[in-house]
């Protein structure tokens, strides 16, 4: 009995480095789950597709916005909560050229043709925010809204008093929506191929009062005295509003922490 229980503990001591290597095995094949992340930061280069008004030539409708295709970059932060929905706020640069034919427009309400400098838009927008995994691919999609700074000599008014080419930047609401498809190459960082809409209603006021724009001199007919009269402009007050339309499409690179 003595001999069969060393033999057994003899077997049982063998045994054991291969019971420890066999698990150790099966762990390293076990994947690790991948953590929970609760923030990211992306950005993408998209090429932009003009739509509707935007990128109109009638100028007998006041709503033409006489912008070509261009581009339109995205840097956004997002927080995501456990189940992958959450808040996103986003800055976007916006440039569009004037199509060939509208540089030398000249639009109602100035005497100046619009020239060459196109549209350049910024954007700072918030909303509500989702990424949903599924193994190594994401699916990203937003809806947000905020507001638009716009530039553009559409804006541009004739000075009553001076009659001078008068810039103005245009302000107003503006609206996105995005859908977004990405890679996962690791832990934090990825490849997003995103689709977009990007919307606003800028407008633009000024007002002039009644200004001085000359002296006259008028001699009185009676004494044949001559004396100064000033001159006034009459009140005017500029609105314009456009329309800013778009379809985006590009590609970027998200960053998970």
Known sequence: MKICRIISIVLLML??????????????????PREKD???????????????????????????GYAANGWVAQLGFNWLG??????????DLQRNPYQDTASNTIPYGTKYPLGSNGWTNNYLLAGLACIRDFGKWELNVKALVGFIVAQSTV???????????????????????????????NQHWGLNLDVN??????????????????????????TGTNYNVAVYSAPVKYEIKRTVSTFNSGIGVIYHF
């Open 155 to 185: 804006f541009n008014v004739l000075s009553p008093v001076d009659q001078s080419n008068v810039s103005m930047t245009a302000t107003g609401f503006a609206y996105s929506f995005h859908v977004g498809f990405g890679y996962r190459f």
């Open 82 to 91: 456990i189940n992958g929905f959450g808040l996103g706020v986003q800055y």
């Open 197 to 222: 809409y990007l919307g606003a209603t800028p407008q633009a006021t000024k007002s002039y009062g009644s200004e001085i724009v000359e002296w006259k001199t008028v001699k009185d007919t009676i």
């Open 38 to 64: 609760y923030f990211s930061l992306d950005f993408h280069l998209n090429y932009s597709f003009v739509l509707g008004n935007y990128g109109s030539v009638d100028k007998t409708t006041y709503k033409a």
């Open 15 to 32: 045994l054991m480095p291969f019971s420890s290597f066999s698990q150790d095995q099966k762990n390293k094949k076990e994947k690790k």
